[in-house]
């Protein structure tokens, strides 16, 4: 089985709310951390530490963090740790730190909504135990004759991508050696998770985590 990772936000409420929100950059809105060819500190200006304002007691106890406006892949280091005591991987981990809420009015300018010159040191008022985790490999491995999408099959849909739960029917090639725990198929729209992935996330108790099967 095949799955699909997203930030569990049923501890949310209302609507419109995140755990953690962007501390916007120029260029943030291509900034996805999500393909593998693409460095987006050099093509998008991304910081060499990506800044959210957010819920220090949710981050607390989560090990992925539900985030806005972009939603990229903001999991706690112990997650990283579990992802790699599957089997090893290569990968991109982009530093990340989550101020309070408590303090955006000191760190977030309400106009521009860019970070400010204010230091925060307060351990209280920070968390820099996430990481925006991004792969560097793909894996071409999608069978386009037996991946049913609409009735047909991938090749004759006329379909470029897939987002999370298109396909009726998901057939991936696997590859001499097996899956590693999380990989990036061109033609996905998302990070795939293995069976054994999610069973070790599992079995370490790993929070705010929605698993959604593909295939």
């Known amino acids: 089985m095949i799955y699909a ?3 569990d936000a049923s501890h949310i409420e209302e609507e419109d709310v995140y755990d953690a929100s962007l501390i ?18 050099q093509e998008c200006g991304s910081p060499e530490v990506v800044e959210f304002i957010g819920n220090l007691e949710n981050a607390a106890w989560l090990d992925h963090i ?15 740790r579990v992802l790699e005591s599957v089997k090893p991987f290569r990968y991109r981990l982009i530093p990340a730190t989550i101020y309070s809420e408590k303090i955006k009015h000191l760190v977030c300018d309400k106009i521009s909504e860019r970070r400010t010159w204010h230091q ?11 990481v925006i985790l991004q792969l560097v490999d793909q894996l071409d491995c999608l069978d386009r004759d037996r991946t049913i999408v609409d009735g047909v099959s991938f090749r004759q849909s006329g379909t470029e991508y897939l ?29 795939c998770f293995t069976q054994e992935a999610k069973q070790a996330c599992d079995k370490a108790g ?3 985590l929605w698993w959604r099967p593909q295939r």
């Not at 916007?24 to 500190?41: L, Q, S, W």
């Not at 939603?71 to 997650?79: E, G």
């Not at 925060?120 to 820099?128: H, I, T």
């Open 120 to 130: 925060v040191r307060e351990p209280a008022l920070r968390s820099d135990e996430f």
């Open 24 to 41: 916007k950059f120029d260029g943030y809105e291509d900034a996805t951390f999500f393909h593998p060819g693409i460095d987006y500190h």
């Open 206 to 208: 790993l929070k705010g």
């Open 5 to 7: 990772l997203s930030a």
């Open 66 to 80: 539900f985030t806005a406006p972009l939603n990229v892949l903001l999991i706690s280091k112990k997650m990283v």
């Open 163 to 191: 987002g999370s739960e298109q396909a009726q029917h998901l057939e991936l090639r696997e590859p001499e050696g097996g899956f590693p725990p999380v990989f990036f198929v061109p033609e996905l729209l998302y990070y």
